[in-house]
């Protein structure tokens, strides 16, 4: 069990581009979460997968951000036209279907949007 | 709706001293609660959870909270900080309904004087 780890870590973009972002979680973890966080502030929820099933989004995630979890393990973020209000670090957690109160989480990816 | 209070944006003790971290919580049932470490730049490390019994839990690192239903908090406590503490500390609930998402605080950030 290596733990849940997104890549990149860090990633800095201009503002206008697509960026994507990817999260592994632990093996067997049925559930996956995304959540936001902004300077000074506590990490917000994203969104929510069970299986490859996305069953819910936060009114935070906009049109521009869509997720995926094609097969029911690592999930991708992607935002479109980066925004520098996009600056963020984004978590990925994850959780098993025994134990669904405790996530783990991964490092994070840093976004900077220039 | 379910909410998480940290009262304390920041705060600074010496090293030695002891520390106590307020978090106050809005939910109507049994409350799973959690208290989060992030040091700089980095993801979030589990210091210590609540599901149900003793309402003195113990966590990693010498932490250790109180839960208390009459006043809807759970509170994190160290007797004695080391430098090594300073950091960002949130306080967390996790739905019990659908996703089990968590909803946090918007932190605590602890400054440690030599």
């Known amino acids: 069990d290596t733990g849940v780890s997104q890549d990149p870590r860090h990633k800095i973009t201009k503002r206008g581009q697509n960026v994507t972002f990817r999260c592994d979680p632990i093996?067997?973890?049925?559930?996956l979460y995304w959540y936001r966080q902004t300077l000074g502030q506590g990490p917000e929820f994203l969104t929510y997968f069970q299986n490859e099933a996305q069953l819910e989004k936060s009114r935070l995630l906009s049109d521009r951000f869509s997720a995926e979890r094609p097969k029911g393990s690592f999930s991708t973020l992607e935002i479109q036209r980066t925004e520098q209000g996009d600056s963020a670090m984004y978590l990925c957690a994850s959780s098993s279907g025994t134990n669904t109160y405790e996530q783990y989480f991964g490092p994070g990816t840093r976004l900077t949007v220039t | 709706a379910q909410s998480v209070t940290q009262p304390d944006i920041h705060i600074t003790v010496s090293e030695g001293a002891s520390l106590e971290l307020r978090c106050n919580y809005s939910y109507g049932a049994t409350p799973y609660l959690f208290w989060y470490v992030q040091s700089p730049g980095q993801g979030l490390q589990l210091l210590l959870k609540?599901?149900?019994?003793?309402?003195l839990v113990q966590g990693i690192k010498g932490f250790e909270a109180e839960f208390k239903r009459s006043q809807s908090s759970f509170n994190l406590r160290k007797p004695s900080v080391h430098w090594s503490d300073a950091a960002e500390y949130f306080c967390?609930?996790?739905?019990?309904?659908?996703?089990?998402?968590?909803?946090f605080g918007t932190g605590t950030r602890l400054k440690v004087l030599a």
């Open positions: 093996s067997e973890h049925n559930r």
């Open positions: 967390a609930v996790a739905t019990t309904s659908g996703t089990y998402k968590y909803i």
């Open positions: 609540y599901f149900s019994g003793d309402t």
